[in-house]
């Protein structure tokens, strides 16, 4: 699904270049369901920005879903978003003066399908995730978690074959994020790639692959193979182990 | 997709209504003002009779002043009115389609009721084909025929006003009105007739209202007429009587033909310059050959019927619209850039830069319609402030093209106003605000 090579990232200012992601090379396949740990700064949201097509990246090639995206232009990038990609943000970022239905309309609308077929796949999806009675709620009356569950719909709705979703659970308390992630592995088992971005390690166990970054960098392990400080680097007084060259 | 981005540029409106006045409501000054300056400018410069303007013909022959042209400035212009001998020798051609030489004069009205008092009108005195050259409107009978011209027969025409005011507005086509001590019957009763331009005669005010009385101009020589308009001459003629008036080289009479095709007009041309040549051999007409007839248009044009305050209310009026324009560009862009992490959501569900202009331009265009549709309401007031500037000698008052071209400059605000922040927020990268929002 995501085949990155040689990723390079670089964010200048007039003084400063950083480089948020530097010979960075991954590969999901489709249907894996990958957690994406690190400590801040790492490049997380940066490497999901760029696997979204909302950052433009400076070096090397990516290929998503067998389709060069290195050098598309932003009519095409936005098809493919719209078309493949779904995302759901931390803080749900629901469009607040449109109702629940409008909301999960919002990307059917820009992929021009009839009235009758995006109702159809509006209800399915509040179906998924159990807000059909909520419909014509607006989300300043919904809790976190049903907001969440809104955005997760939203991403849903159009059935992409990916779900990218930056730190999904952490504005909600943990039930309600054991849910969102409930969710989350009913969407992959429907054979949908999902990439989360999480702190938190717990719900990152559910996922059967965990990468870490660092610096720009990856240290992709298997779930048994995880080592110890880079699970959660400030708790262990340190990101520096060796792992991320 | 036109509609939903209308619905959500209502929902974006909504948001915050007090923005959202003050942007209607910049929109909607521009748009009363400016509509109320063009309107007043299209009413004084428009067409006054545009069925036909371009086959009617003012009739200008140069019997002027051999050492001394019409007018310094344009010394191709020949006078802009005709001697009474010239016009007596044109009106001779059966070329045109209709003709009439016509002039104002002044009379005693002497309404028939005892209570009433005797007042001065105004009288066009003109030949019976001025009613159809000019398509006046009749409510009752109709002008008088061309053989009562030549009488000339004692009929009248009177306007709908003096209708009211003596007769009580009935049918009174064979009654009798008295003129200067004389009897005339009553043939036709105009309808409501208020050309913008009072474009027959520009010679005193050429925006005043047209005459209340109309006899046949061959009334002129028995009744001793004078024009009460104006009259110029260059050369001092024998004489006090009436008759050496006549025959003098004073200008003082207009005359207008109606002339249907090109063939018409040349030979019309050929006419003019045969009796010209005519004239020269008698002694007149002693500078080069300068015969024009002018059609309406270009007649008010010669001489410059549009007032300089309606050209300055014109560029006033575009001005403030442009500036109210750019204005709302600043709150607009404000506005925009306020909502980019929701146009940083939108682009990461699938809008592209293009959708997300375009939907923030609808936006712009939606402000720009009901700051229209409000700006024609207030356009409406300010007219009535401008006619009573004008000591109500016009009636400015909107009609359907000045509204389509309110709704247009309206739009045309909407845009210029939105391009500009409607660029800006489709260029933001939506990576930026995702996390923020």
């Given at each position: 699904m995501i085949n990155m090579q040689n990723i390079q990232k670089i964010y200048r200012t007039e003084h400063v270049e950083t480089h948020a992601l530097s010979g960075f090379n991954l590969n999901i396949g489709s249907g894996e369901f990958v957690s994406l740990m690190g400590p801040s700064g790492s490049g997380k949201t940066t490497l999901l920005n760029v696997a979204g097509l909302l950052d433009a990246f400076d070096g090397g090639s990516y290929i998503l879903d067998g389709e060069d995206v290195s050098r598309l232009n932003d009519r095409q990038m936005s098809r493919i978003r719209n078309e493949k990609i779904g995302f759901i943000f931390q803080s749900f970022n629901l469009i607040p003066d449109l109702n629940v239905f409008d909301n999960v309309d919002v990307p059917l609308r820009y992929r021009g399908l009839a009235a009758g077929a995006r109702r159809e796949r509006i209800e399915e999806a509040l179906e998924i995730v159990g807000l059909t009675s909520r419909?014509?709620?607006?989300?300043?009356?919904?809790?976190g978690g049903q907001q969440q569950r809104v955005a997760v719909a939203r991403a849903v709705v159009g059935t992409p074959k990916l779900i990218l979703a930056d730190e999904p659970t952490g504005n909600l308390d943990s039930a309600m994020a054991n849910e969102i992630m409930d969710l989350l592995e009913k969407i992959n088992d429907l054979g949908t790639t999902v990439v989360i971005v999480t702190h938190d390690p717990e719900l990152a166990t559910r996922s059967p692959r965990q990468i870490y970054l660092l610096d720009g960098r990856l240290v992709d392990l298997e779930k048994d193979e995880r080592p110890a400080p880079l699970y959660n680097p400030v708790e262990n007084g340190t990101a520096d182990n060796g792992m991320s060259a | 997709m036109l509609a939903y981005q209308i619905r959500i540029a209502f929902k974006s409106l909504r948001r915050n209504p007090l923005q959202s006045g003050l942007l209607i409501a910049g929109v909607a000054l521009g748009i009363a003002i400016s509509t109320s300056f063009v309107t007043t400018y299209y009413m004084l410069?428009?067409?006054?009779?545009?069925?036909?303007s371009d086959r009617l013909f003012h009739v200008a022959v140069d019997s002027w002043d051999p050492d001394n042209g019409w007018d310094s400035d344009h010394p191709e212009y020949a006078p802009n009115q005709l001697t009474y001998t010239d016009v007596r020798g044109l009106m001779q051609s059966d070329l045109p389609t209709y003709q009439s030489a016509a002039f104002k004069a002044a009379m005693t009205v002497q309404p028939e009721a005892e209570n009433e008092k005797p007042y001065r009108e105004i009288v066009r005195m003109a030949f019976s084909d001025f009613f159809p050259m000019f398509n006046v409107p009749f409510q009752y009978g109709t002008g008088w025929s061309r053989s009562a011209d030549e009488g000339p027969d004692p009929v009248v025409v009177i306007d709908a006003e003096t209708n009211r005011k003596l007769f009580g507005g009935e049918d009174s086509v064979g009654r009798t009105l008295r003129l200067d001590n004389r009897d005339y019957t009553v043939v036709g009763v105009l309808d409501e007739w208020r050309p913008t331009i009072h474009f027959y005669d520009v010679n005193n005010n050429p925006f005043e209202e047209p005459e209340a009385i109309y006899l046949p101009f061959n009334f002129v020589e028995p009744l001793e007429l004078q024009s009460s308009g104006n009259d110029s001459g260059w050369k001092f003629y024998a004489g006090n009587e009436f008759q050496d008036f006549l025959q003098s080289e004073s200008v003082w009479l207009q005359l207008w033909v109606q002339l249907d095709d090109r063939r018409q007009q040349e030979e019309y041309k050929s006419f003019l310059d045969a009796y010209v040549m005519e004239q020269k051999k008698a002694g007149?007409?002693?500078?080069?050959?300068n015969n024009r007839i002018y059609p309406v248009m270009e007649w008010l044009e010669r001489e410059e019927v549009t007032p300089d305050q309606a050209k300055v209310m014109l560029i006033i009026g575009a001005l403030f619209l442009i500036v109210c324009s750019v204005n709302l560009i600043g709150i607009l862009l404000g506005k925009f850039l306020a909502r980019a992490p929701e146009v940083g959501v939108r682009r990461a569900l699938g809008a592209s830069r293009t959708s997300v202009f375009m939907q923030h331009l609808v936006e712009c265009e939606l402000i720009g319609a009901l700051g229209g549709a409000l700006g024609l309401g207030l356009s409406v007031l300010v007219l009535r402030v401008i006619n009573r500037w004008f000591d109500n000698q016009f009636q400015f008052q909107l009609d359907l093209t000045m509204v389509l071209a309110a709704t247009l400059l309206a739009l045309a605000a909407g845009f210029i106003a939105g391009v500009y922040p409607s660029w800006r927020i489709c260029r933001v990268a939506p990576a930026t605000y995702l996390k923020i929002q």
């Open positions: 419909i014509s709620h607006y989300p300043a009356q919904l809790s | 410069s428009g067409d006054p009779i545009p069925e036909k007149r007409f002693q500078r080069p050959l």
